[in-house]
């Protein structure tokens, strides 16, 4: 490690030990270790043209000092550099300064220049009156935080033509407008916008004005930012503007330290499925290229099947939840009550049993029937993302059952699954084959509806057919599930 990144790794672990997480928080302010944004650095190809580098959200400027330092040891030819360097938070502000002062003093051509002003309100209103700078690099590591729909910076998104949720793709999605033809732009950013319903105008916004260049994993999920509590799983990602999509180069490794790492070109159709109206992103490891879903596999919509969340959203219903069953009261399910994919019900836990007969119920109700039921939220401790539990007809007392809003509910018109194909569902969704594929495309321990109409389904006849199968067996385990499935995937 040199000097500047000695300087600037003490600085970080000072401010991440220092400063209130209140303050973080407010501002989304995570700071990149030195180590990352090395890396991300050395993912920019030589040039010798002028360079204007853009950094949103520089905190120390880490990032901008890194690509510096890379530009200055290896000799490049480039006439001019120049750095805008975003930040609000006045606390870092004279660290930022002296930090790139140093970094750019060493080039014969170059100047830097810090805005303390919000980066999306500034961006979008020069964008709107055409007065904006443009880039030829943008390195950077936005602030993460949710934004509400009326809020200022959902507006300012939309200068941009985007609709989003997240600060981190508002940031990015201005950086990316301010980025030239053929500009390269590298972010360290949650993986969340790879997959789900909020994040689809942000992926449609990166595949009309980018190529995807690289993509690169951490394989542990705390690793990338592990002073600070953050446990979204990050990926560095590198876009280039407007310019041709070729092969995605996709590199993993197992922290920070990047020892070990491993790195392969792939197709983008294997990055995004060719019929996917959902756009998800898929990140193939090694293992999995060329095993993209065979054409015969079906989705939901070809299967009639239809999956929804759980509808009892409990807090709003309080004055009808009860600890036990009583007459007039219906079965209510959360997924404390699935064990061993099947339901263990009633449980003497913190959760109610039972949900009382009313009229905002009726609707609610889910009649007799067979039903599979994904959990929303998988614990830290089950070893795999997506648990699916049957639901039979000889669970019900009555006609009639609640779900819980954590949980996922695969039905055929708000009624009972045919008994074959609900067994096979269950198979087929606690296959070690659809783990892999969620992993694919989600970060997250979360797994809802849209997920699981993204994943790939055998046909009805083959369904039925490992229902049939995994009926004879009384005791379930995974081994039976893979066995099972495999005899469609083969």
Same mark, same amino acid.
């Given at each position: ?101 140093? =970094? ?41 935080? %949710? ?21 981190? =793709? ?15 732009? #590298? ?9 789900? #319903? ?68 792939? @197709?983008? =159709?294997?990055?995004?499925? %060719?019929? *996917? ?15 993209? @879903? ?7 919509? *070809? ?54 007969? =009313? ?8 009649? %007799? ?29 009555? *006609? ?61 006849? *083959? ?5 049939? %199968? ?21």
């Amino acid at each position: 490690m040199g000097m500047v990144a000695e300087k600037l790794e003490k600085e970080r672990i000072i401010h991440a030990v220092k400063t209130p997480l209140k303050h973080k928080e407010e501002l989304g302010q995570y700071f990149t270790p030195y180590p990352i944004a090395h890396f991300m650095s050395s993912l920019f190809p030589v040039t010798n043209k002028k360079i204007r580098l853009l950094d949103p959200g520089a905190g120390i400027g880490t990032l901008s000092c890194s690509f510096m330092e890379r530009i200055a040891k290896e000799k490049w030819n480039t006439p001019d550099i120049h750095v805008s360097a975003y930040d609000i938070d006045k606390d870092i502000y004279s660290i930022l300064n002296e930090n790139l002062a140093a =970094s750019s003093s060493v080039f014969k051509k170059s100047d830097y220049e810090i805005f303390s002003e919000d980066f999306l309100e500034k961006t979008s209103f020069e964008y709107s009156r055409k007065i904006n700078e443009t880039y030829t690099h943008v390195i950077m590591n936005p602030p993460y935080k %949710k934004i509400q729909t009326k809020s200022k910076e959902r507006q300012s998104a939309r200068t941009f033509g985007l609709e989003t949720v997240n600060l981190y =793709s508002a940031f990015m999605g201005a950086a990316i407008s301010l980025t030239e033809d053929n500009g390269y732009i #590298v972010a360290i950013v949650p993986r969340s916008f790879c997959n789900g #319903v909020y994040y689809k105008p942000f992926r449609e916004f990166i595949l009309k004005s980018c190529a995807i260049k690289h993509i690169h994993l951490f394989e542990s999920r705390d690793k990338a930012f592990k002073d600070e509590a953050v446990l979204q799983e990050n990926i560095i990602i590198m876009l280039q503007k407007n310019a041709k999509q070729g092969n995605v180069k996709i590199s993993y490794c197992k922290d920070d330290s990047f020892i070990g790492l491993s790195e392969f070109d792939t @197709p983008f =159709s294997q990055i995004l499925y %060719k019929d *996917d109206k959902e756009k998800y992103f898929h990140i193939p490891t090694k293992q999995q290229l060329g095993t993209e @879903p065979p054409t015969v596999y079906s989705n939901l919509k *070809d299967l009639k099947i239809s999956v929804s969340t759980g509808p009892i959203v409990d807090f709003r219903m309080k004055e009808i939840l009860r600890k036990n069953y009583e007459e007039k009261s219906f079965p209510l399910i959360y997924p404390v009550h699935l064990k061993n994919h099947r339901l263990i019900w009633p449980q003497t836990s913190k959760k109610p049993n039972a949900i009382v007969e =009313s009229e905002v119920l009726k609707k609610q109700l889910f009649p %007799k029937g067979f039903y599979v039921l994904v959990k929303r939220f998988s614990t830290k401790e089950e070893k795999k993302r997506i648990v699916a539990s049957l639901i039979t007809p000889n669970d019900f007392i009555n *006609d009639g059952i609640a779900f819980e809003n954590h949980l996922n509910v695969f039905h055929l018109k708000k009624s009972s699954l045919n008994e074959n194909i609900a067994y096979g569902l269950v198979c087929w969704l606690n296959s070690t084959y659809i783990d892999e594929k969620f992993r694919l495309f989600s970060g997250h321990t979360q797994v809802n509806a849209t997920d699981l109409r993204n994943l790939p389904y055998p046909s009805i006849e *083959d369904l039925e057919k490992i229902g049939k %199968k995994i009926k004879k067996y009384k005791e379930w385990n995974q081994q039976i599930f893979d066995e099972l499935s495999e005899e469609v995937t083969k």
